[in-house]
């Protein structure tokens, strides 16, 4: 190689390109599970194979499981989720933060048109499934951890890996308390974090397109610019 050349640095592969098989998939099991509780208006047996479904969870659990139920009504969601695109614009994720807002919106938004398709009902009529609960901080915990593992420079497989165990950390807890209080089965939480994951990821790549074209019409923006944030 002639003296003063550099080869050009490969851009490291995004771990959003990972996540593609998981949308799917997620997509599959949101699908089955959905055919398997249609109509039901009480738990099912994949819903004692995944565990306990009796509510009553005694205290100082229940106190748990409200406290983590606050962040999915409407007040405590609107105040996480405007902690997360604070922090998001506050670390230079625009796309993030363009990403938190409209994968959480798009996942409750799937989890609202599935309840009447499916018809899974609790408590003598509510709507069950998919939990929209679950789906949304879910959501959320994947959109500020494809900014995270884009700023700590991991690889394809360990950003994925912190992806998805960020999605299983918050979406567990969620699913949980929603079980504990008996506001869903659990395939309502399973549905409703399935939903989450096959939502997120062609939000992200949909957000990336948009902020590539838009960045490209920008005066003086080289054609091979800056990375997507999250990336």
């Not at 640095?9 to 390109?17: D, H, L």
């Not at 929603?178 to 990821?201: E, F, I, K, N, R």
Request: aromatic share 4%; charged share 15%.
């Amino acid at each position: 190689m002639p003296h003063g050349l550099r080869t050009p640095r490969v851009p490291r592969p995004s771990p959003r390109a990972r996540l593609g098989p998981v949308a799917a998939l997620a997509a599959v099991v949101v699908a089955v599970l959905g055919i398997l509780v249609a109509g039901d208006d009480g738990p099912g047996a994949v819903d004692r194979w995944i565990g306990p479904v009796e509510a009553g969870a005694g205290s100082p659990w229940r106190d748990v499981a409200l406290a983590a139920d606050f962040w999915g009504e409407p007040a405590g969601a609107a105040l996480l989720a405007g902690v997360a695109v604070t922090g998001c614009l506050a670390a230079g994720g625009t796309r993030a933060a363009v990403l938190a807002v409209a994968g959480c919106g798009l996942s409750v938004a799937a989890t609202t048109a599935l309840k009447p398709l499916v018809g899974r009902t609790i408590h003598g009529g509510n709507l069950a499934y998919p939990s929209g609960h679950t789906a949304f901080v879910t959501a959320l915990a994947v959109a500020v951890a494809l900014l995270a593992t884009g700023r700590t420079g991991l690889g394809r497989a360990a950003a994925t890996s912190l992806v998805l165990a960020a999605a299983l950390a918050a979406g567990g807890v969620m699913g949980w308390a929603q079980v504990a209080l008996g506001a869903h089965y659990p395939t309502d939480a399973v549905g409703g974090w399935c939903t989450a994951l096959a939502v997120v990821p062609p939000t992200a790549r949909l957000v990336d397109g948009l902020g590539d074209r838009f960045a490209g019409r920008l005066p003086g923006r080289a054609a091979g610019g800056r990375r997507p944030e999250g990336r």
